[in-house]
């Protein structure tokens, strides 16, 4: 299983960021998707998530300035941001787990098994 995100880069305060993710073709379809962010020397921080009944949870950092989308295969994920802020910098990670059969079980940020390579997202004031 590959994950690869794209977008990011450098963008003015109060900007808009768009990013995709994009997961390899698997057997099994996608149970929940997430996009996570990371400073150095700070706890990751889970931005966005959807889950299985595409339920979708936001941090309160980013709520009302952010919008998750996935297209019908669950195979992309997509994170649109406005009004970024400089306290938005950061690396974004992708991250995804699949179905297990049927089996619910609760997806976090530490549970993720499969990660992307992450893309570096800086705002400039």
């Known amino acids: 299983v590959q994950v690869a995100e794209y977008g990011g880069g450098s963008v003015q305060s109060n900007g808009t960021l768009r990013l995709s993710c994009v997961v390899s073709?698997?057997?099994?379809?996608?149970?929940?998707m997430a996009w996570v962010r990371q400073v150095p020397g700070k706890q990751p921080e889970r931005v966005a998530q959807?889950?299985?009944?595409?339920?979708?949870t936001y941090a309160d950092s980013v709520k009302g300035r952010a919008a998750l989308s996935q297209n019908n295969e669950k195979n992309t994920l997509y994170l649109t941001m406005d009004s970024l802020e400089p306290r938005d910098t950061a690396m974004y990670y992708c991250?995804?787990?699949?179905?297990?059969?049927?089996?619910?079980?609760?997806?976090?940020?530490?549970?993720?098994?499969?990660w992307g390579q992450g893309t570096q997202v800086t705002v400039s004031s």
């Open positions: 959807i889950d299985s009944d595409g339920s979708i």
């Open positions: 073709v698997s057997t099994r379809p996608t149970y929940c």
């Open positions: 991250a995804a787990d699949f179905d297990r059969g049927g089996i619910d079980f609760t997806c976090t940020e530490w549970t993720y098994p499969y």
